[in-house]
């Protein structure tokens, strides 16, 4: 496998590697294995139980403000409403900037970002202005567009997508009034393509998009639309249409891309978990359509559609040990 070791985890299995090479002395291998086992230090906890709860509580605060207006929502006038929603975004764009590049300064600029689709609503709900509920999510993402560019702030970025997934879908629903299928490959390539890009901005470097969460993320809101087409595609291929088709081509294609990946750019198992799970998707739904289609054995497909599942669990076990131990290669 052809990856930097640098950018490999000190496992004890690569320092062991390292000390049989002659890279790590006796001593250099026992404080390096030392460290590489060691729980996390009082202040990685306390900067890890410091980010949860700061999560938490924006996300508390956030579902209090807008209960608050659903409970309230009668008796509030209207600029009250929107005056309220105002200086709450304005203060929580205040403390952003206050707080600077930190993680509270980023929660602060989540929270303002978020706060903006209620001002819209209640715009939209105050002076009836018929716009459809796919612009309130267009709209939306546009306004917190450049707090998202200038925030650097992974969670911001997955706001905007799920904005613009929800406005694509609304849309599809309201006005284009097109096929649940083609939809759903739309889906998968605008996730996709946020998903190669984050990939290739990373691999360039680019600091605050080290972190493997969203990657991974953006990865299952690709699979996903695109794993749903292709297994009707299998299950159903005569009733398919040709964005099932397009769909099961380029599952594929996910699929042996993640593999690359995997292999010759970074170590990730992740991927090879989700191209294990798609595959024995796509192979039990084949195995099942033919089986209960020919309906030969009558009660006994239950018992061998069982069977089936269980080797295609053990077999996917074999093979990500498998690719784990040489992911330990140095």
Not at 38 to 44: I, L
Not at 141 to 160: I, K, Q, T, Y
Request: net charge neutral; hydrophobic share 60%.
């Amino acid at each position: 496998m052809s990856l930097d070791p640098l950018d490999l985890a000190a496992t004890p299995e690569r320092l062991r590697a390292l000390a049989d090479a002659g890279v790590l002395t006796p001593s250099g291998l026992e404080h390096a294995l030392r460290l590489a086992v060691s729980s996390p230090e009082r202040p990685a906890w306390r900067r890890f139980l410091s980010a949860v709860l700061l999560g938490f509580g924006s996300l508390l605060v956030l579902s209090g403000v807008i209960y608050f207006f659903a409970y309230n929502w009668a008796a509030l006038h209207r600029f009250g409403k929107m005056g309220l929603l105002l200086a709450a975004i304005l203060a929580a764009s205040l403390a952003a900037w206050r707080l600077g590049e930190g993680l509270a300064g980023q929660f602060a600029l989540l929270f303002a970002a978020v706060l903006v689709g209620p001002l819209l609503a209640v715009y939209g709900q105050a002076y009836q202005t018929g716009a459809d509920p796919y612009e309130l999510f267009i709209g939306w993402s546009l306004l917190v567009l450049p707090w998202v560019a200038l925030a650097r702030f992974g969670p911001l970025w997955l706001l905007l997508l799920l904005l613009v997934d929800t406005g694509i879908c609304l849309y599809w629903e309201q006005v284009a009034d097109g096929e649940g299928s083609t939809l759903l490959l739309v889906l998968g390539l605008v996730n996709g393509g946020a998903w190669a890009a984050h990939e290739l901005l990373a691999g360039r470097g680019i600091p605050w998009l080290r972190g493997r969460w969203l990657p991974r993320v953006l990865a299952v809101m690709t699979l996903a639309p695109l794993l749903a087409l292709a297994t009707y595609m299998v299950a159903e291929p005569r009733e398919a249409d040709t964005a099932s088709r397009v769909a099961l081509g380029l599952l594929l294609g996910v699929m042996v891309a993640a593999y690359l990946f995997h292999r010759f750019v970074r170590s990730e198992l992740f991927l090879l978990t989700l191209d294990a799970m798609s595959a024995m998707t796509l192979v039990t739904t084949l195995i099942g359509r033919i089986l209960f289609v020919s309906n030969r054995f009558g009660p006994d497909v239950f018992f061998l559609m069982a069977l089936v599942i269980i080797g295609e669990v053990g077999l996917s076990v074999w093979w990500l040990r498998a690719e784990a131990r040489g992911s330990e290669e140095v």
